[in-house]
């Protein structure tokens, strides 16, 4: 399995960016995928997740701004993120995890995690 990120890059405050994942030997429709985000000096946090159910769900502070969906014929995962703000600076991974239904864990060690893209939010 492999998942690698793309369209990471700069933006300005209330910008917008389309990230993707492209999969192989994982069908990004039929298990459960999320994106995390990583600031700089901290810990990651899961922003977006979306499963077989294909209903994405937020944390509250990216919620009416980012969109995740899935691309089945491309098999990508695409969050589009609009209103850009400063704190959403920072490196975002996609993941992957063979399970449907319940989305609520990912595992940093036994899921599958691309590489990162970066994006930087500035004034």
């Known amino acids: 399995v492999r998942l690698v990120e793309s369209g990471g890059g700069s933006a300005q405050v209330g910008g917008s960016l389309t990230l993707s994942c492209a999969a192989s030997k994982f069908s990004v429709s039929d298990y459960c995928m999320a994106w995390f985000r990583q600031r700089s000096g901290e810990g990651r946090e899961r922003v977006a997740t979306i499963g077989d159910a294909h209903i994405g769900t937020y944390i509250k502070s990216v919620e009416g701004r980012f969109t995740i969906s899935q691309d089945a014929a491309k098999n990508t995962l695409n969050p589009r993120m609009e209103n850009l703000k400063i704190e959403d600076t920072g490196t975002y991974y996609c993941?992957?995890?063979?399970?449907?239904?319940?989305?609520?864990?990912?595992?940093?060690?036994?899921?599958?995690w691309g590489q990162g893209t970066q994006v930087a939010v500035s004034s």
């Open positions: 993941v992957g995890r063979w399970q449907k239904g319940d989305c609520n864990y990912f595992s940093p060690t036994t899921d599958f």
